[in-house]
T-cell receptor, first 114, second 115 residues
């Protein structure tokens, strides 16, 4: 069974400050990990994904995430927050080919303080 | 040029009615999904189809029936709607089922409100 835990349902940062959203996963097989962003009243948009090629993954809008197997973590970071980053962020874990199920975390709402 | 589209975007209906939500993808993907997002934003998979065949059927009431007329379309029909069915329903698609080609692309969602 696979699962993800997102620590902090709400995170607030000042504009220009570092963004850190935490995600820990549990998986019995090598995982595929994803971060999605959901802007208000919109669908989910893929930010980045880890597919075992490189542990540091760069995504869109200046976000990146680092896969740390020893810590079973896949935290999302951005050096400098922008007002447009305010959204809900979801971490998700998927398995190998044939295991098409994506299991999502409960989401973290990111608020940017001007 | 919308990749995954859903209709309608909003659906307001009375308890006991039957309604359908349609989904289409123009990405050439083989696998499509339906998710339910509740009021707390929790996302849970309901169904998955691969090349028109049902491959995931989570514990969902049998009032919900997916139908895939071809691999570009996955519709969701709901019978005898209940208050608890109020949610946002998302369609998604992926090239393959899982693995590195299993990245899922989501539609804009259908907000269903049952009165």
């Amino acid at each position: 069974a696979q699962s993800v835990t997102q620590l902090g349902s709400h995170v607030s940062v000042s504009e220009g400050a570092l963004v850190l959203l935490r995600c820990n996963y549990s998986s019995s097989v090598p995982p595929y990990l994803f971060w999605y962003v959901q802007y208000p009243n919109q669908g989910l948009q893929l930010l980045l994904k880890y597919t075992s090629a490189a542990t540091l993954v760069k995504g869109i809008n200046g976000f990146e995430a680092e896969f740390k197997k020893s810590e079973t973590s896949f935290h999302l970071t951005k050096p400098s927050a922008h007002m447009s980053d305010a959204a809900e962020y979801f971490c998700a874990v998927g398995g190998d080919f044939g295991n098409e199920k994506l299991t999502f975390g409960t989401g973290t709402r990111l608020t940017i303080i001007p | 040029d919308t990749a995954v589209s859903q209709t309608p975007k909003y659906l307001v209906t009375q308890m006991g009615n039957d309604k359908s939500i349609k989904c289409e993808q123009n990405l050439g993907h083989d696998t499509m999904y339906w998710y339910k997002q509740d009021s707390k934003k929790f996302l849970k998979i309901m169904f998955s189809y691969n090349n028109k065949e049902l491959i995931i059927n989570e514990t969902v009431p049998n009032r919900f029936s997916p139908k895939s007329p071809d691999k570009a379309h996955l519709n969701l029909h709901i019978n005898s709607l209940e208050l608890g069915d109020s949610a946002v329903y998302f369609c998604a698609s992926s090239l393959l089922a899982g693995g590195s080609q299993g990245t899922q692309y989501f539609g804009p969602g259908t907000r269903l409100t049952v009165l």
